[in-house]
């Protein structure tokens, strides 16, 4: 096992009816902005409940934080926050408006451009302070530190991360998650399916406890996830799942193992010129990753062909085929498509692709930094 340190200063309030709580988590006296997207919180009344939540605080609201939340909304909510001279920020939605969020919280007190804190990794030196109420397991943003925002204006989705920037407190409600779309029941299982997978999938590190935790996640992402779409008010599907997604993405199952994300950072750049949603992007450019990297993830592959999948007869090979067929399978099932044709993108979109991972330095991704560009190049193609 690698060296490492766990942090993770999160409290996480879960299960029904713990909205309420909100008012014991924020100082008294912060004066709160409430940050949210497109809508969907002031439809299912969640926005109504977090506001007699927050009763006898000074609340202000910015809402319109888009999916794959971009600079250009953010920087409004900044302006505004300083105007109002706000101390705490409450982000209620997924993954999008809590990434947005961490932006908003770094970008407040600093004192350059806040694009610098993506785009030249510009230090942070403090934060204001944040809450979540999650409305779609996913990303895990809801209990780590990391969040990635786009610049529609060149074409940038870049993350970043902080120590600072771990929320004070998440309240996750499955309950919140009944009113998603099954699209985005589906994205939720794929992305911290692939965030398991970034994690574990790599080679042996001696990890038995992270290696039999992320096996763990990922038999529970297939037992429920396709359920979940068959029984969105099924409770006890829809708690496994919101739980699942946080620990996917929290910082322990990857402390003391290497770590990949070169599926990850591929699907940006796919997101980036083509509007997939990120869980879509992933689905697309993960058979094609481990296709491609088969030889090196070799021992992983097969172990998790067996742990995961079951597949403990035949040659090595066979198995390993047949366990990146399942994992394509998977994805399928829940309607998450695994090709870039069934998204109307052809092969002649891939020099652009290649050119976005030149210019934001992707050019030696992977858990050796060895996966190169002609790397990407071929993951690409075989995702056609
Ligand atoms: O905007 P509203 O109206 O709220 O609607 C949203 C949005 O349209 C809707 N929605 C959310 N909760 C709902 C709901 N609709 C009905 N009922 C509810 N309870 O769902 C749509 C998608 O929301 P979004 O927040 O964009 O989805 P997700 O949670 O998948 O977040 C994706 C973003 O997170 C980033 C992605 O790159 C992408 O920008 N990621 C963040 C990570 C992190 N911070 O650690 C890691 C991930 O790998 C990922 O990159
Ligand atoms: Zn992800």
Redesign the pocket.
Known sequence: MQNFTFYNPTRILFGTHRLPELAREIPADARVLIT??????AR?GTLAEVNAALKGFAVVEFGGIE???TYETLIQAVELARRENVGFLLSV???????GTKFIAAAIPFAGDPWDILSKRARIKSAVPFGTVL??P????EM?N???ITRRASNDKLAFSHPLLFPRFSILDPT??Y???AR?IA??VV?AFV?VIEQYLTYPADAKVQDRFAEGLLLTLIEDGPKALQEPQNYALRANLMWVATMA?NGLIGAGVPNDWAT?MLG?EL?ALHGLD??QSLAVILPAMLEVRRGEKREKLLQYAARVWQLREGDDEARIDQAIERTRQFFESLQVSTHLAAYNIGKEAIPALIDQLERHGMTALGEHRNFTIEGSRRVYELAS
């Open positions: 949210y997207g497109g809508g969907s919180i299912t999916p794959n939340p939605g997924g993954g999008s408006v809590i990434d409305t779609l996913a990303t895990g943003s780590n990391g969040a990635v919140k998650a009113t998603l779309p985005q994205n939720g992305d965030h993405l990850h940006h997101t990120h869980a």
